[in-house]
């Protein structure tokens, strides 16, 4: 199974900081790589998708970038409803395979 | 507005069963790959399994092949989740979802996790 490591696991920020979170695969994924949003009690909630394509809805201050292992999630100016735990998820292959998860918080 | 509801958690012994029950509102459930994901008490997202739109195809994690069986009737517009031999490990918030094929423009599919449910959850105890 691929293995998908997030970094940092925890972030503490401020309304209006620029966020970047990182997502490595164990192996080339292409851009099959998704970015999802989950605030406690609730469920996951799609960001992005191909590892850069902005799923509809979505407030366009979320962006993705990178293709075969390396990938990033950036926040260019973390509002307070963004205070979430994020996870990749690969779509190369299966068994499909998240990230641990980062945890935001607020400074 | 589209919609999916979980059904059937609760609280069983190791080595018991359970059955869970997925119902989409809003959209034509046979048109769609189906997905449970679940999450363990304080810790990060697990995908379990998935199931083709006529059920002709399915895949599994390792951890519950053999155990698990995932099931669809597009009749009822419903997805299931039959959970056999659990053990304490399984104890985990279910989430199903749809699993759907968003379009790049440029002629590739990717798969994404789009509508998702509000979780039920298991809770395997002596």
């Known amino acids: 199974a691929i293995q998908m490591t997030q970094s940092p696991s925890s972030l503490s920020a401020s309304v209006g900081d620029r966020v970047t979170i990182t997502c490595r695969a164990s192996?080339?994924?292409?851009?099959?790589l998704g970015w999802y949003q989950q605030k406690p009690g609730k469920a996951p909630k799609l960001l992005i998708y191909?590892?850069?394509y902005l799923q509809s809805g979505v407030p366009p201050r979320f962006s993705g970038s990178g293709s075969g292992t390396d990938f990033i999630l950036t926040v260019s100016s973390l509002q307070p409803e963004d205070f979430a735990t994020y996870y990749c998820?690969?779509?190369?292959?299966?068994?499909?395979?998240f990230g641990q998860g980062t945890r935001v918080e607020i400074k | 507005e589209e919609h999916l509801v979980e059904s059937g958690g609760g609280l069983v012994q190791p080595g018991g069963s359970l059955r869970l029950s997925c119902a989409a509102s809003?959209?034509?459930?046979?048109?769609?790959?189906l997905t449970w994901v679940r999450q363990a008490p304080g810790k990060g997202l697990e995908w379990v399994a998935n199931?083709?739109?006529?059920?002709?195809?399915?895949y599994y994690v390792d951890s519950v092949k053999g155990r698990f069986i995932i099931s669809r009737d597009n009749a009822k517009n419903s997805l299931y989740l039959q959970m056999n031999s659990l053990r304490v490990e399984d104890t985990a918030v279910y989430y199903c979802?749809?699993?759907?094929?968003?379009?790049?423009?440029?002629?590739?599919?990717?798969?994404?996790?789009?509508?998702w449910g509000q979780g039920t959850m298991v809770t395997v105890s002596s």
């Open positions: 192996q080339a994924i292409r851009s099959d």
């Open positions: 199931i083709r739109k006529d059920g002709s195809t399915i």
């Open positions: 979802a749809r699993d759907a094929n968003n379009y790049d423009g440029r002629g590739y599919y990717y798969d994404v996790f789009d509508i």
């Open positions: 809003g959209f034509t459930l046979s048109t769609y790959w």
């Open positions: 998820l690969q779509d190369y292959s299966y068994p499909r395979t």
């Open positions: 191909g590892a850069s």
